[in-house]
């Protein structure tokens, strides 16, 4: 886990160094957090591998650029030019819930209450019992936005579905309009540790909660504006969640790179409640050619499983 | 040299750094053992850098340790080749770049030893790491033969005053993508052949790229434990030019509350008016004969005097 | 016909006028209180703790508040149909009953409003609802819905009153003083001057008009908070008739309930009589015949069809563990009152009461009926949440605020006719003219 983050650094740094040393002008990530770096005027001369000597601004060798807080507005916009989609591979999960309990972990969830449910499906008395894992499946044509009154939660042009905490109004219509049961209320103060709750609140973090207002799965949108994946897929040793970003066609799950588009279309993706005309962002691969029994992976419940 | 070889190597590179660290910190395998790795980068074939990670197994996976100070040096571990002093971050990283003081030391070896060395604190171990690579760079390039294109490599290492390719490398070959790279062909990684290339057909036809169509190839030696990370891109302009989906900022049902639907907006209005401008003319009327009321009054008082 | 024996204006003035609560009226009246007060303790107490007092989950995310401000809706639809339907169809009976169906129109949508500020999670930010509305929710149609129907209802209620806050400032003598200053502020402009009764006619009638439409679309819009949703047993086309035929049941059957009552009470035999019990009825029975035909509709055609995401639901209904409640709403809100009205002796009095309670009672379990069981089948299996979110039953808060803003609804209809004549006295005295040979 620690590799792939360091190997992302990598990438930034090496950025940042060819900017510094070239004075980069080709090319403009789309995503460059690098772009916001400002000089700070003191220089350091450093080696190069050929043995010159380049003099290089200080900003630019840190390892993780500083990352602006991004204003409620510039939040509610989300990232442009992108458009992201996650991926299940149902044929490799095996109810460890790792996904969970990271989610649950970095989100502060409620004790009780998951973001992440992984289901125990069947779709038909003789066809085989499969682990669903289930996030928001920031839908294109989101049922839980339409009734939102207020415009606490809402859709970004980069495909996600956020809720602002600081909006909501507790009415909980949304989570009567998602059909896919996604959406938790915060019924309680949440217990959080001090540190967690003194947080400034961001609609990218969905930390710290706040009673009286909905939560659910964010796609974790702090972590892909640095470059990272959410908190599910890096946790995942089975590696089941793909995450990337449909205008790039590219989905990833920290070690395995694929085009989305070949991939939903050789396995034979297939999104939840089609019908419903809800369009999500979620994509299924079936649960063929499985590398374990159903029943393995039920012994991965928790004896004091949270099963209603 | 096979290229089964670098496999093995890996795997005993591994396994001997799996030993020496628990050695170093000489304690029972089964607590949580903070470990310190050591890195090279060398992005761009310009700026080498070292990074050190500071991390504690628990259970299956690591944990970063932070704030743990630690001291790079160059070669040997003397106040003199002293490189830089760290704090790890936030992630247990902390990276130190090649002061230019060391140029002559740099450019007199090809193959460099990196220590990194902490004192113990907060009741951990002192802990130290090492690495030591062969300086080398990176070279990417593209080919278009009968318009088939590709994408080669060289991984090129320091003889006397040139650079030569180094065979039997493996490496990836991908397109630069946010979150990680996709590979240009089938395969994940490539091996450079007995001349030192490394060749991959490009098999990502109209792949989107920047708003010109523009890809970034990026070529990657990671992890070798002979001369650590590299990575080297090049723009190429084999993308699909991606336009920008105006769709989400059109009105509709769910979008923000200041893009409503014009129909839906045409309908609420002229109901509330129509509803609004009868109820307000009925307060206007209740006025009215407040008035009439008054004129009443005035009329029968005017009236008796 | 009992009706228009020949009572003169001073006699119907006397017998209309209000009247100070006797014992029984104090005892009522402090027992509203006190049930309104263990509400308001309830609902402090939900502010403080946060919704937790409640024992609504995840999954049920509505409860009863949801399905009490349902009833509080369907309930004040009543204030429309006596009022605006029977004076556009000039129906010459409807006089008695018209102050009535407007006060519980008036306080019933008070508290629909006020149970849904309880319901939300962050009632101090209510006022985001004007600030950021967003118009492509339904529960900003309904939040406008609801406050216009509010105004009209007032204004109706307002305008009609007028000519009676005349007579009660003559009357001073008699009612004492307490209210005279308040009468003064609401009509003392009313002189009954020609132009001015010319006037106030023509208003009413345009209320009248204006009233239905808004009546029709404020529980439309809200059978549409639920039939919006993709939730079987909510995503239905004919919801917004469903619930508008049942609004007009339940209301019928307030006014009856409070007709008898407010007969008993102040001894209106000769102006409540029992002709308008019995025209009430064949209403009533009207309206249960035809809620029952929606509900054959809304249960039979998807039980026929036994959709999986629907069978759960259904079958919870009819056989599960909502069948006691869900019978009983049917038989005991619908099908008795049927049978006991559809018999000249069933309009009687005494069991036209009966029939009204049931008509109510089932009317509120039915609300309740159409929320709850709906959230606890969603279309994906109910995993890694806590098991008690699978079931729903009110918590003491929960019934203590309901009870409460039930009390609350009683109380705003009590202390009305404390103050003001709960029959039109000049109504009642114009009626009573035409009526007599000239």
């Known amino acids: ?308 | 040299m096979t290229a089964n070889y670098h496999h093995k190597i890996i795997i005993l590179a591994s396994l001997l750094l799996a030993t020496a660290t628990t050695k170093l910190t000489a304690q029972d395998s089964a607590a949580a053992v903070t470990t310190l790795s050591v890195r090279y980068f060398l992005p761009e074939n310009k700026l080498p850098y070292i990074e050190v990670n500071t991390k504690k197994k628990v259970g299956r996976k690591f944990d970063p340790v932070t704030s743990v100070p630690v001291n790079i040096y160059f070669n040997e571990p003397a106040p003199a080749n002293l490189l830089g002093k760290v704090i790890t971050g936030k992630d247990g990283l902390a990276r130190v770049f090649i002061p230019a003081s060391f140029k002559s030391a740099w450019d007199s070896l090809s193959e460099i030893k990196f220590i990194a060395e902490s004192d113990s604190i907060k009741g951990e171990p002192a802990l130290s790491g090492d690495v030591t690579v062969r300086k080398a760079i990176l070279v990417i390039d593209t080919t278009n033969a009968d318009g088939v294109r590709g994408v080669t490599a060289q991984l090129k290492e320091r003889k006397g005053a040139d650079w030569v390719a180094i065979k039997d490398i493996e490496m990836k070959l991908g397109v630069k993508r946010m979150l990680g790279n996709l590979s240009v062909g089938e395969a994940d990684t490539y091996t450079a052949d007995s001349t030192g290339l490394a060749s991959a057909e490009f098999k990502r036809d109209s792949l989107a790229g920047d708003s010109k169509g523009n890809l970034v190839l990026v070529a990657r030696v990671e992890d070798n434990d002979t001369y650590g990370n590299l990575v080297v891109e090049k723009s190429v302009p084999w993308g699909k030019g991606v336009i920008a989906d105006t769709h989400f900022w059109h009105r509709s049902l769910w979008s923000t509350g200041n893009r409503v639907p014009v129909w839906l907006l045409f309908l609420a209005i002229s109901i509330i008016a129509g509803v609004w401008g009868v109820i307000i003319y009925l307060i206007r009327q209740v006025i009215k004969m407040k008035k009439m009321g008054k004129d009443f009054d005035a009329a029968l008082l005017s009236r008796t005097t | 016909m009992e009706n228009p024996q020949k009572f003169s204006p001073e006699k119907i003035t006397s017998d209309l006028l209000p009247q100070p609560f006797g014992r029984r009226g104090k005892l009522w009246t402090a027992a509203l209180l006190l049930v309104a007060l263990i509400g308001a303790f309830a609902y402090i107490q939900q502010l403080r703790k946060g919704l937790v007092v409640t024992n609504m989950g995840d999954y049920v995310s509505w409860g009863i508040y949801i399905s009490n401000f349902v009833f509080f809706v369907a309930i004040s639809l009543v204030g429309s149909l006596i009022t605006a339907i029977f004076r556009l169809a000039d129906v010459p009976w409807r006089t008695p009953l018209t102050r009535i169906s407007e006060i519980i129109a008036v306080s019933a949508i008070t508290f629909a409003a006020l149970i849904i500020i309880v319901d939300m999670g962050r009632p101090e930010r209510m006022l985001y609802l004007f600030l950021h509305g967003r118009l492509q929710s339904p529960i900003m149609w309904d939040v406008i819905v609801i406050s216009t129907y509010f105004c009209t209802s007032l204004l109706l209620l307002y305008i009609t009153l007028l000519p009676d806050i005349k007579i009660m400032i003559a009357a001073r003598e008699k009612l004492g003083t307490p209210f005279a200053k308040f009468y003064r502020w609401l009509g003392s402009f009313w002189k009954g001057t020609e132009a001015q009764e010319k006037m106030r006619d023509k208003s009413i009638t345009l209320i009248c008009i204006v009233i239905i439409p808004v009546a029709f679309c404020i529980h439309t819009v809200t059978s549409w908070l639920f039939a919006t949703t993709y939730r079987p047993g909510w995503d239905s086309t004919n919801f917004g008739a469903y619930f508008v035929s049942g609004a007009f049941l339940v209301g019928a059957g307030g006014v009856v309930v409070a007709m008898y009552v407010f007969r008993r009470v102040y001894k209106l035999e000769h102006y409540i009589t029992e002709r308008h019990f019995d025209k009430m009825g064949k209403i009533l029975v009207m309206l249960a015949l035809l809620y029952l035909y929606f509900n054959v509709n809304e249960y039979l055609v998807p039980a026929f069809k036994m959709k999986k995401d629907e069978e759960a639901h259904l079958q919870a209904l009819f056989t599960g563990d909502f069948a006691p409640l869900f019978w009983f709403a049917i038989i005991v809100g619908m099908i008795i009152p049927i049978f006991i009205l559809v018999f000249p002796k069933g309009r009687k009095p005494n069991a036209m009461f009966a029939a009204g309670v049931m008509v109510v009672v089932g009317a509120w379990f039915k609300r309740y009926l159409i929320v709850t069981p709906t959230l606890l089948h969603p279309f994906l299996p109910k995993f890694d949440a806590p098991a008690r979110y699978s079931h729903y039953f009110p918590s003491w808060q929960e019934w203590a605020i309901t009870s409460g803003s039930l009390a609350g609804v009683l109380l705003i209809i009590t202390f009305f006719a404390r103050v003001f004549p709960i029959i039109s006295i000049y109504k009642t005295i114009t009626d009573h003219d035409s009526e007599l040979p000239s």
Not at chain 1, 173 to 201: G, I, K
């Open chain 1, 1 to 308: 886990m620690s590799i792939e983050k360091s190997r992302r650094e990598f990438i930034a740094a090496g950025l940042l160094t060819t900017m510094a040393a070239v004075a980069c002008n080709s090319k403009k990530s789309p995503f460059a957090p690098e772009e916001d770096v400002q000089p700070s005027g003191e220089k350091v001369k450093l080696l190069s591998v050929d043995g010159e000597i380049i003099e290089v601004d200080k900003a630019y060798l840190k390892p993780v650029p500083h990352m602006p807080s991004v204003s409620n507005e510039e939040i509610r916009k989300g990232i442009p030019g992108k458009k992201f989609a996650m991926v299940i591979d149902l044929s490799r999960c095996k109810n460890l819930k790792k996904c969970q309990s990271a989610c649950n972990h970095m989100h502060h969830v409620h004790s009780e209450q998951n973001w992440i449910k992984v289901y125990q499906m069947q779709d038909a008395e003789m066809t085989a019992p499969y682990f669903q894992p289930t996030t928001c499946m920031h839908c294109d044509e989101p049922p839980c936005v339409k009734v939102c009154p207020v415009d606490a939660t809402f859709k970004r042009q980069d495909g996600i579905v956020l809720i602002d905490s600081d909006r909501c109004i507790g009415c909980r219509f949304c989570m009567a309009a998602c059909p896919y049961s996604t959406r938790v209320f915060n019924w309680e103060e949440p217990e959080l540790a001090a540190d967690v709750a003194a947080q400034t609140y961001s609609a990218e973090t969905s930390v710290p909660q706040k009673r009286g207002t909905v939560g659910k799965c964010d796609f974790c949108p702090d972590m892909t504006r640095m470059g990272m994946l959410p908190h599910c897929v890096s946790a995942c040793p089975n590696g089941v969640f793909f995450f990337g970003d449909i205008n790039e066609d590219s989905v990833t799950n920290g070690s395995e790179t694929f085009r989305f588009s070949d991939l939903v279309k050789d396995k034979s993706g297939y999104r939840l409640m089609e019908d419903l005309g809800t369009k999500p962002s979620v994509y299924y691969l079936p649960p063929v050619n499985r590398n374990f029994k159903f029943e393995e992976g039920l012994k991965n419940d928790e004896p004091a499983a949270k099963k209603a």
